[in-house]
């Protein structure tokens, strides 16, 4: 069976490495030269609005899918009408503008942050209004890992945090003073089976995805995180993997921050840490094939490298330390890798996870502050 994968970051390159040893073949469409999915693979080199491209790139393939979100529905259109997308069309276009995504998220009856919309200079005070202080001001469109958002300590900086933005479309959010993010990932069949992997605990800074525990400690709503995902991927009629961005407040209380309809950055954990990996399970199901079990394997702690990688010699210190390295160019704030642990003892995996954020944290900051 032929996958043809729109994007071929380092989620396209655990799809292929997950597929593969299934008997499965791979080919990416990515713009870039260095895509790392795409190295030892077949590779569509060009735009993803390129519609020449797009038939080349659809051409004898049995299943598309998408490890990347920004692409514009005529080219979905055309693919589509070409090959069977999953999930399909509708599951990306969620993602296409926050409002949309966010309408979303309360018509399925997901508890979300205050929020509005901000559109012109007059929707300002309304928003405010409405949402009042500490926010963040997020632009509809483009933006993810932090980018395309700007803090609103007082009323006061609204004004200034839009026109940093560039005046664009935008929604603004109440900034919800969590005690965690956690996340839920599920795997939805073609025949409409869902299976889930248990919730997982994450640090952000910067916007940025830096830690995850998984199984999340103490005693997370999981019934409704879960719940809540599945009744977005069923609305979707979705297919794939789904992972949804919780904040769990003081008591405990859930809100939604937003969803991602395809394998995630949190659940990166799976490779070893689960009898099936998202990714595995991803393919099977728009493959048609039976899902994999979702149960852990005890522990698990996934650690990104953002930026700039300490050696593989000293994250191999830590013992079951597992690298994973995606091949890319050290740039600030580029995710290059992670490393995973998993074990039996919760404490020592914990202990493993802090050691292994401190170095990456450490090789990062040096290598910006060399950089400036
Ligand atoms: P996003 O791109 O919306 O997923 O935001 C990235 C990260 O910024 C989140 O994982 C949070 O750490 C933080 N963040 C986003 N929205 C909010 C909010 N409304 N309140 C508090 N933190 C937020």
């Not at 791979?26 to 077949?42: E, G, I, K, M, N």
């Not at 018509?107 to 926010?135: F, H, I, M, N, S």
């Not at 919730?199 to 103490?218: Q, V």
Request: proline share 6%; net charge negative.
């Amino acid at each position: 069976m032929r996958i043809g994968v729109l994007g071929g970051g380092q989620l396209g390159l655990m799809l292929a490495e997950a597929g593969e040893p299934m008997g499965l073949e791979f080919r990416f469409l990515d713009p870039s030269d260095s895509a790392p999915a795409a190295r030892l693979r077949a590779h569509v080199q060009a735009a993803f609005d390129d519609l020449d491209a797009i038939d080349r790139f659809a051409c004898d393939l049995d299943v598309a899918t998408f490890e990347f979100e920004n692409v514009g529905p005529e080219a979905l259109a055309h693919l589509e009408a070409r090959v069977p997308l999953r999930p399909g069309a509708a599951s990306l276009e969620m993602k296409h503008d926050r409002l949309v995504e966010k309408e979303f998220l309360v018509r399925c009856g997901l508890a979300v942050p205050r929020w509005a919309g901000v559109e012109r200079p007059q929707d300002l005070a309304a928003a405010l209004e409405k949402v009042g202080t500490p926010a963040i001001l997020k632009t509809r469109r483009f933006g993810y890992d932090g980018k395309g958002q700007a803090r609103v300590d007082h009323p006061e900086a609204l004004a200034s945090a839009w026109d940093s933005l560039g005046r664009l479309p935008a929604i603004l959010e109440a900034r919800v003073p969590f005690e965690r993010e956690l996340s839920a990932l599920l795997v939805r069949g073609l025949d409409g089976e869902v299976r889930h992997w248990p919730l997982a605990e994450n640090l952000h800074r910067g916007g940025i995805l830096r830690r995850t525990l998984a199984p999340a400690s103490g005693a997370p709503d999981e019934a409704t995180a879960m719940a809540w995902a599945q009744a977005l991927a069923e609305r979707l009629d979705h297919v794939g993997v789904l992972a949804l961005e919780l904040f769990e407040c003081g008591d405990g209380a859930l809100l939604a921050n937003e969803f991602a309809p395809r394998v995630h950055n949190s659940g990166h954990w799976t490779i070893e840490g689960a009898r099936t990996s998202q990714f595995e399970n991803h393919l099977r199901a728009i493959a048609g094939l039976p899902l994999g079990e979702t149960a852990p394997h005890g522990h698990a702690a996934m650690v990104n490298l953002i930026g700039r990688c300490p050696t593989v010699e000293s994250l191999l210190e830590t013992p079951a330390a597992r690298v994973h390295l995606y091949g890319k160019q050290p740039r600030p704030g580029r995710k290059l890798g992670h490393v995973t642990v998993v074990g039996d003892d919760c404490a020592s995996v914990h202990q493993a996870a802090a050691r292994l954020l401190e170095q990456a944290s450490e090789v990062a900051v040096a290598a910006s502050e060399a950089a400036s």
